[in-house]
Every structure is written in structure tokens, then in C-alpha cells.
T-cell receptor, first 113, second 113 residues
């Protein structure tokens, strides 16, 4: 059974800092991995999707990396802003099962002024 | 529409009543997912529809839960004889293809009294 863990569970940083969020998964036979953000009381917003054959994806100040063999992904946020405050979730899709997106429990990020 | 639309946004019901939750996916998206997010918990997969294929119902927690997708578009999740443990946010998502980037709606907050 695929298990997805995110560390830390919560993080508070001052504005302007660069930060890294971690995601680990137990079964390396994944099809892809997706990072989301969730604002309080809202649904999830997709940030980046990395296919299993890729090593990283970038969008603006966000960079996600994938090391399938070690079962790890990181989300790097450069020059953090208060608007980045949210819960960040990673989710993996197991190879051969398009429906099975397994989510981590998230990292709650607060960027302070 | 521009995004995934869910209705109602909030639903309060009494224990034992039936409820219907609606999801309007992004036009042209062939895959549709239902997830449940309980307070302090991760996202729990419920059901997945892909085109005309038989849905993957493996995540439905009991036979009180059912879902249908009419005409390959709108989906309805029905919970019969609701229980207090059914209280959660029910999230719907769609993707262009089975394993593609997922787009979530804002969810339906269900409260069973």
C-alpha cells in the first residue's frame, strides 16, 4: 500500500526566505506526482505535475524535484511571500492505476511579514 | 465552465436523511474523481469515472454511498441514511485524461447533526 509522508507538518518563515517542503512515498512504482496548495475553506489548486520520467518541473518561484528511486520529492519556494501561506499537499499516482492518487497529509506554511 | 463547480457549497442535514452532492467538471475532461477530506485528515479517495469505462468504486466506504455520472459530464454523489461520521468536505476533481493534471472544485462542506 502506497503511503505518502510530508515533513514538516507545519512551517513558519519570514518573508523573503527560500524554503523546501519534503514529500516521501513508499512505493517507487509511480506514474506521476503532483503538488497542490490548499487555502483555508477552499479546494486544491494544482501547482506542478512531474511525470515519472522527469526529474523536475518549474513554474515561476516554484521548483519541484522528483527522485523516484529514493521515493522523494521536494517543493522549493524561492523568495517566499505572505500570499504563499497555505497548506501544501503532494500526491502520487501509482503506475497502472489512473484513479489512485494517494495524498500526503500536507505541510501548513505560514510566511510572516 | 472555467473550473470545476460543486453545489451546494454547504449542506447541513439531520442524521438518517439522504443527501445529493453535485459536481460539474471542466468541459471536455473525461476523468472525474470524488474525494473526502475529514477534519485533520488527508484526502480519501472515493470514486473515479473515466469516459465510458466502469467506474472505480473501490474507495466508497459503505453501500450507503453511490455516485453516477450522466452523459459523461455532471456527477452526483449520493449518501443515504447519513451518519455523523459522514461529516466532511467532499471534493470533486476532473482531468483531461485519466492520469493528467487534476483540477479541484471548492468542495461541499457536509455537516450531519
Amino acid at each position: 500500500k502506497q503511503e505518502v509522508t510530508q515533513i514538516p507538518a507545519a512551517l513558519s518563515v519570514p518573508e523573503g526566505e527560500n524554503l523546501v517542503l519534503n514529500c516521501s512515498f513508499t512505493d517507487s512504482a509511480i506514474y506521476n506526482l503532483q503538488w497542490f496548495r490548499q487555502d483555508p475553506g477552499k479546494g486544491l489548486t494544482s501547482l506542478l505535475l512531474i511525470q515519472s520520467s522527469q526529474r523536475e518541473q518549474t513554474s515561476g518561484r516554484l521548483n519541484a524535484s522528483l527522485d523516484k528511486s529514493s521515493g522523494r520529492s521536494t517543493l522549493y519556494i524561492a523568495a517566499s511571500q505572505p500570499g504563499d501561506s497555505a497548506t501544501y499537499l503532494c500526491a502520487v499516482r501509482i503506475a497502472g492505476t489512473a484513479s489512485k492518487l494517494t495524498f500526503g497529509t500536507g505541510t501548513r506554511l505560514q510566511v510572516t511579514l | 465552465g472555467a473550473g470545476v463547480s460543486q453545489s451546494p457549497s454547504n449542506k447541513v442535514t439531520e442524521k438518517g436523511k439522504d443527501v445529493e452532492l453535485r459536481c460539474d467538471p471542466i468541459s471536455g475532461h473525461t476523468a472525474l474523481y470524488w474525494y473526502r477530506q475529514s477534519l485533520g485528515q488527508g484526502l480519501e479517495f472515493l470514486i473515479y469515472f473515466q469516459g465510458n469505462s466502469a467506474p472505480d468504486k473501490s474507495g466508497l466506504p459503505s453501500d450507503r454511498f453511490s455516485a453516477e455520472r450522466t452523459g459523461g459530464s455532471v456527477s452526483t454523489l449520493t449518501i443515504q441514511r447519513t451518519q455523523q461520521e459522514d461529516s466532511a468536505v467532499y471534493l470533486c476533481a476532473s482531468s483531461l485524461e485519466g492520469a493528467g493534471k487534476m483540477f479541484f472544485g471548492s468542495g461541499t462542506q457536509l455537516s450531519v447533526l
